[in-house]
């Protein structure tokens, strides 16, 4: 079964500065049909103008995942840690027991646009953390590049869940697969271009939820890029 959540189906938030879609309820955008999937929370697509951002907030108990498309993210938190991310950038922090950070757009004249992705920890409590990682394009064309998983190594993010988190990026009728093991589900998401999942055409700013299929199979129908989620 594979359920498609449009791009223009999303929540959305018009700040000025902030110009942001919601895959799954957030802040002021409620949706009880659209509340997340399995431990995936939230996938926000977020633009921010030159010099403005997220001021210092809290988090606790959940891995934060943030990856930069175009444009630079500065952030800092609590932890120490201080780093402008560009594009290819992936980042995650582990909120667990409490971290408080800033994200800003440090350019004078260009915009920055990332995706931020929720994902419910394993179990509450963690010892908060961070890492980042530049995974080059070259990595991700024609194949499926792991970028985060619980066990992380490898180049990739550890994460405190049971996720594998790939990115692709695919021209067009390039074909990648994924089998789903019994009991496994996955969600794709599609950061650029157009797809074909399986037999849905899905386009940009596009996700589907995935369940009870033996695989996912996503062919490109322009250049394209996408994250696959593959959930307990």
Request: hydrophobic share 35%; aromatic share 6%.
């Amino acid at each position: 079964m594979i359920r498609v959540r449009k791009s223009a189906d999303r929540g959305r938030a018009s700040l000025g500065w902030l110009e942001s879609r919601h895959t799954f309820s957030f802040g002021e955008y409620h949706d009880p049909q659209h509340m997340g999937f399995r431990a995936l929370r939230v996938i926000n697509e977020d633009r921010v103008r030159p010099g403005q951002g997220f001021g210092t907030h809290g988090h606790t108990d959940m891995e934060i995942l943030s990856y930069v498309l175009s444009g630079k993210l500065a952030h800092e938190d609590s932890l120490g840690n201080g780093s402008v991310l560009a594009a290819g950038d992936f980042q995650r922090m582990t909120a667990g027991t409490g971290v408080r950070h800033s994200e800003r757009n440090p350019s004078r004249d260009e915009p920055v646009h990332f995706l931020q992705v929720w994902i419910l920890p394993e179990r509450e409590g963690l010892e908060p953390g961070y890492e980042e990682s530049n995974v080059p394009v070259e990595n991700k064309r024609g194949t499926l590049c792991l970028v985060a998983s619980r066990r992380g190594g490898s180049g990739a993010l550890e994460i405190h869940q049971d996720v594998d988190l790939y990115s692709s990026v695919l021209a067009p009728d390039r074909t990648v697969a994924l089998d789903l093991r019994p009991g496994r589900h996955a969600w794709v998401q599609v950061v650029r271009g157009a797809v074909r999942l399986n037999s849905h055409d899905l386009a940009e700013g596009d996700g589907a939820a995935v369940s009870d299929e033996r695989a996912v199979t996503v062919t490109g129908r322009s250049d394209a890029e996408i994250l696959l989620f593959d959930l307990a």
